[in-house]
């Protein structure tokens, strides 16, 4: 083991030997499943009828990015034994609570490519352009952290510099995902998993007893404040839980990455698929974390400083040149998986939303479309390394964006149900929550004296929406009343002038209240009735071309030359 | 939460990932199977 303050590195030949084993790896896959001409809605969804195993799989993949590792392992070093919970728990929520209403969206929209796709067939173009922009902000933020994360982790654990490991990683992403699109994306999800839970598995156990196992617990305890050493800490909690609870369903509507899997599987295994990717996600992010919690007892500071430096630094300390290669692959793995998601998503918002139903869907040519796609993925990696060398601070781009999703998550649920709900009603709840929130949030107004009430008033609404909203998905419309209503009054006496001091918080909890409010009473009197089999005509497929596979186009190239002699 | 409780709960963690793993692996070659039973591709 190296003195505490060096850490093991790889050599530049075993981390490109590793990068090619991997990116070779994953390059191959994508090949063997290769058409020459590719059908444009496989591009987009794999014709939505992809089984558990390969649905799953991605599904946990794509959710488990280098970030969420970095962030849990930040939390458990920040937060103590509760940290990792607060963190990794509530993020595998995102995967549970989106399902119900998953469903509900196959349903009336089986053969559709994005939830903007749908948004575009119940409201019209304001409300796609709305939803899609926010998607893809969501994924050019992600496709950038996870080129940060890989030119990092490379730039440390070998002697290349992080230039070349983001030139590296961004290459080795496009290259597997750029001709078969979300097939390639997902297939290689699965391999991908694989060495990342697998990694898991044995790096977590292994670093804990090197570390010196359950004796760290007794010589480490002083170092952990009496609220890191409580399973139960308030601090834990308002700081890292609550505003990750806020997030929950803000993130799963946002994303295009989730709603890309929800019309890809088989419409019956959309709950297996589901269940499955929360227990793999939460087990994979909270277990990883527990090594920043390890940190914490070991008395451990940080590499230069920076708590993003955590897993590396410990892997790199407490594990031998195998078992380091293995968590390096384990942290590519990670951010791969989630880069080519980003990708995908990128291209199919770009081919359905802007193009295929600006086109017209029956005008919209598939080739055309297929080129549009590929070119994105180009341009999306482009702008990925160009955001990755400059110098915002992109994850914490990434949670204010997070928190912005929350304006949308009453009007995008109550369209797919409501139909009263009007184009004019979604628009201005919105943008009204927008409004309220940018000021809260980046404390544009004093949180004092009447203000402060409103806002508190309307953050305890926005508390009763967030559970009544969770309780509609599993439970309909009646229980969700009672819960929503039942939240508000009990959250009441302990929030108020209490909630102030947590202005994230706040805001994320006032967009959901302002949106809520704004759409329900602009929409309670609001004589429509729309008819959701619309939806259905609108969002059909684009490309009724077979696929021709490299192998069969040979085989009917033969056919035709011995039909010709 | 004591000694053996904190072990539990830092170990319980890779034990549940290699429950997931499995359950994910035996579903993806029973896809795999299925569709080469077809003469299908798996995606």
């Not at chain 1, 918002?349 to 297929?370: C, E, F, H, W």
Request: aromatic share 12%; charged share 10%.
């Amino acid at each position: 083991m190296p003195p505490a303050n060096e850490i093991l590195q790889l050599g530049t030949v075993t981390v490109i030997v590793l990068l090619l084993v991997f990116y070779g790896g994953t390059m191959w896959m994508s090949v063997a499943i290769s058409k020459r001409k590719e059908n444009a809605d496989n591009y987009m969804t794999a014709g939505g009828k992809i089984g558990f195993g390969v649905s799953a799989a991605s599904m946990t993949a794509t959710w488990i990015w280098a970030s969420s590792m970095y962030a849990s392992a930040t939390a458990g070093y920040t937060y103590g034994i509760s940290g990792p919970i607060h963190y990794g728990l509530w993020g595998a929520l995102m995967i549970l609570f989106i399902y119900p209403f998953g469903r509900r969206i196959r349903k009336v929209a089986p053969k559709a490519h994005t939830l903007a796709e749908v948004m575009y067939a119940r409201h019209g173009r304001s409300s796609q352009l709305m939803l899609a922009g926010s998607n893809v902000v969501g994924s050019v933020i992600s496709l950038t952290s996870n080129f940060i994360a890989g030119g990092a982790l490379i730039a440390m654990l070998s002697p290349l510099n992080f230039g070349t490991g983001i030139l590296i990683i961004a290459g080795g992403v496009l290259l597997y995902t750029l001709w078969s699109g979300f097939r390639a994306s997902v297939l290689t999800d699965f391999a991908q998993v694989m060495a990342m839970l697998g990694a898991a598995a044995i790096i977590i156990p292994v670093i804990f007893f090197t570390a010196g196992g359950p004796s760290m617990f007794v010589d480490g305890a002083s170092n952990l404040t009496p609220a890191q050493g409580n399973f139960f800490s308030s601090e834990a909690f308002m700081n890292q839980g609550a505003p990750y609870i806020a997030a929950v369903l803000a993130y799963a509507i946002g994303n295009q990455t989730i709603a890309q899997r929800l019309f890809a599987v088989r419409e019956n295994l959309i709950k297996p698929t589901f269940v499955t990717a929360t227990v793999g996600y939460g087990a994979t992010v909270i277990g990883i974390g527990m090594v920043g919690v390890m940190a914490l007892y070991l008395g451990i500071s940080p590499l230069d400083g920076d708590v993003n430096n955590l897993i590396p630094q410990m892997a790199g300390t407490f594990l031998g040149p195998v078992l380091l290669g293995l968590a390096f692959l384990m942290i590519i793995g990670s951010l791969s998986s989630t880069a080519d998601s980003d990708l995908s998503a990128l291209s199919s918002i770009v081919m359905s939303d802007i193009y295929g139903q600006g086109k017209g869907r029956k005008r919209a040519n598939p080739k055309t479309m297929l080129l549009i796609g590929r070119i994105t993925m180009i341009v999306a990696t482009a702008a990925g390394l160009f955001f990755a060398t400059s110098q915002f601070n992109i994850l914490d781009l990434l949670v204010f964006v997070g928190a912005l999703w929350g304006c949308l998550v009453f009007p995008v649920i109550a369209s797919f149900y409501w139909k009263k709900v009007t184009n004019m009603a979604f628009t201005v709840s919105v943008i009204a929550a927008l409004v309220v929130f940018l000021p809260v949030r980046f404390e544009l107004i004093p949180m004092e004296g009447a203000i402060a009430w409103a806002i508190e008033v309307l953050a305890i609404v926005g508390v009763g929406v967030v559970l009544g909203i969770m309780a509609f998905g599993f439970f309909g419309l009646k229980t969700a009343v009672v819960v929503g209503i039942v939240t508000t009054v009990g959250v009441s006496p302990f929030a108020l002038d209490y909630l102030r001091d947590y202005t994230v918080l706040s805001a994320s909890l006032v967009a959901y209240s302002v949106s809520f409010l704004v759409c329900y009473f602009m929409s309670f009197k609001s004589k429509q009735n729309f008819d959701f089999n619309i939806i259905k005509s609108v969002t059909g497929t684009f490309d009724n071309r077979a696929a021709t596979s490299s192998a069969a186009a040979g085989a009917t190239t033969a056919v035709n030359q011995k039909d010709k002699e | 939460m004591g000694v053996i409780g904190l072990t539990v709960y830092f170990l319980m963690w890779p034990v549940l990932v290699g429950a997931t793993l499995f359950v994910i692996a035996r579903g993806f070659f029973k896809d795999w199977r299925e569709a080469r039973k077809n003469g299908e591709s798996i995606i």
